[in-house]
DNA sequence: TTGTATGCGTTATCAT
DNA sequence: ATGATAACGCATACAA
């Protein structure tokens, strides 16, 4: 009784088939075998239901077919979301996910990631906020929304182009006099392009805007203020507002509210993230949309091709605009609302 | 140049710190060792930034600290609140996640729990819809929501209270004929009860009530259906309703909407979960909150407890009712909108 | 083509 | 108390 409990080896099968342990690797390998023995082998593998002990494999391979993905957690709708894709695209390289959630904890992150760095995963994802992140060259490393140096990739959506094609949307809807919402931390991310993009959309269209930039911390109160101040009569005098994210959007839309403006006779709002009620119902407010799909792939793609020539510092994949019932948009309404419906 | 790229190992450490390797080893893992050794050898890792290998730990040990969660997907709020609270606990205990995305593919279901199985991870815990799900006893394996059998632990909320809350609920504010609205699969899991609580709390308060159930392939149109033909002259027959869960009630809402009914004023209506905006804003319907949290601590404990007497078969935690703007609740308005606002 | 032996990084059992 | 050595399960170079 030496190891009743414990699960099959290959050394059982080995015995169970009559044959040595190295022709039970090379059966499970598909190396080549003689035909007898690996019906043999098979056999014995279906018979005691073995199965190879992978951490043992990756103890001489240096290799354990599992990533780590860092988030902060998985509680917000977007990174939710790519946890979901990034788990199906590994899924198809038959690659295993630890889930790392961070809580935005600078010291966290940096802990999960020396975890990963000694060979214990293959490679990690991450998205983080700390700063002073270290992380070893020789870790294959995947960033998101945040370039994190030369030699790391850095995927994203094409921020700055979103908050461009916020601006023409508005524009294009009829507004004449705009605001940009957000609400952030100091670090410099991608995201933050949003905001460039926004500016720059309006200058060229020649639509006069405002901006309204709040700190981590600031209380939600501020933007109720700053929307306040801009009533005057019982009206709004932005006839357009454009959100960081759909998050604060949905925010703003409850506070227009409650001062008593409509949405979006009065005021249209555009937020950013195209986050759906319930992760697959229908968009919440009109929104631009990131691409979480394939930026999922794209995370995947870059961390596991072997043999890049050079692995890109920055790719930034192309956003959409859709309708959600916070912009004046009566033709793609009913086509629109119905797609998003299902799935 | 041996093993220049590889991380640095136990080995290296004694070489540098010019100690035998079980010395090293037992300065790791905290065992007596003198102290100019000791000094010695925690120098030699800091210097080569050493950590052990997990893998190589867990294969002497058969013990990897990882445990696998198998859940449908993260995108539906209800799993990846599940997800977040359980890697947290997890966390906690220095456990590691290996998160396992079934999509609701009972073969996926099986697939994962095999991989797991051999001492690849310490336990499972699965909320699984695979009815035929096979899980070796030696396993540690905790059920969410489904009872897998009278050794397997499961966990849910107890959903039978939520249904008779529910219906006290309805019948406290005013409600004389109710209704219940469930969609989901023929198979047999707590959520189910549900039901069952709801009648029996519309029973014995003497409330009217009626009940469409749904399978799960049936489009939602059967709903809006339904709720149409109850509608005579404008007015909604019901004055409640209780919907299986807040994505339900949320497509409910919508309905209703579109039939120019008022929520609450002429139908209130109470969902199940307690899904909230955004994952940490406002609740988006009056609901019956499971115990999330509450619900992840016990799946970790039940899960990594040794020496348990007996684990339970199945343990119900328990739900309370949040306000969201669906039911008619003045007194509570205030203070419950206040509370949820943050975190 | 098949079997044998060694090593991956760690822990634990020995002598010393 | 410390150092050497075997064993965990697997892959592979090498011998048969």
Chains 1, 2 share one sequence.
């Not at 951490?55 to 790519?82: E, H, R």
């Not at 949307?169 to 949003?194: D, H, Y």
């Amino acid at each position: 009784m030496k190891k009743e409990t414990s699960a099959p080896t290959m050394k059982d099968v080995a015995r169970e088939a009559g044959v040595a342990l190295g022709t039970v690797s090379k059966v499970v390998n598909g190396l080549p075998v003689g035909d007898s023995y690996k019906v043999r082998v098979e056999d014995a593998i279906r018979k005691l239901n073995y199965q190879v002990n992978s951490y043992a494999q990756g103890l001489k391979a240096n290799k354990t077919y599992t990533i780590a993905l860092l988030v902060p957690n998985t509680i917000d709708p977007f990174y939710s979301s790519l946890v979901y894709y990034i788990n199906i695209e590994l899924l198809k390289r038959r690659y295993r996910m630890l889930l790392c959630t961070t809580d935005y904890n600078p010291q966290l992150e940096q802990e999960y990631i020396m975890m990963a760095q000694n060979n214990k995963v293959d490679g990690i994802i991450g998205l983080t906020y700390n700063p002073d992140l270290t992380v070893e060259e020789n870790t294959p490393f995947v960033a998101i929304d945040r370039s994190m140096g030369p030699k790391i990739p850095c995927v994203a959506c094409d921020n700055f182009a979103g908050g461009q094609l916020a601006a023409e949307k508005l524009a294009a809807l009829g507004c004449k006099n705009v605001a940009f919402l957000r609400i952030g931390s100091a670090l410099v991310n991608e995201p933050n392009k949003r905001k460039a993009g926004f500016e720059n959309g309006c200058l060229s269209l020649g639509l006069s805007y405002e901006c309204k930039i709040l700190s981590d911390d600031d209380p939600y109160e501020e933007f109720e203020r700053f929307l306040s101040e801009h009533i005057h009569n019982g009206k709004i005098s932005f006839d357009g507002i454009f959100c960081v994210t759909d998050r604060l959007a949905y925010q703003v839309l409850n506070t227009l509210h409650k001062l008593h403006q409509r949405v979006p006779e009065d005021v249209q709002l555009i937020g950013f993230d195209g986050i759906r009620a319930f992760g697959s119902l229908d968009y919440r407010c009109s929104t631009i949309v990131q691409p979480v799909p394939e930026m999922a792939e794209m995370c995947v793609d870059l961390l596991l091709r072997e043999n890049m020539m050079m692995k890109p510092p920055l790719v930034c994949l192309p956003v959409t605009y859709a309708y959600g019932g916070t912009t004046l948009e009566a033709t793609y309404r009913t086509e629109e609302s119905h797609a998003h419906r299902q799935s």
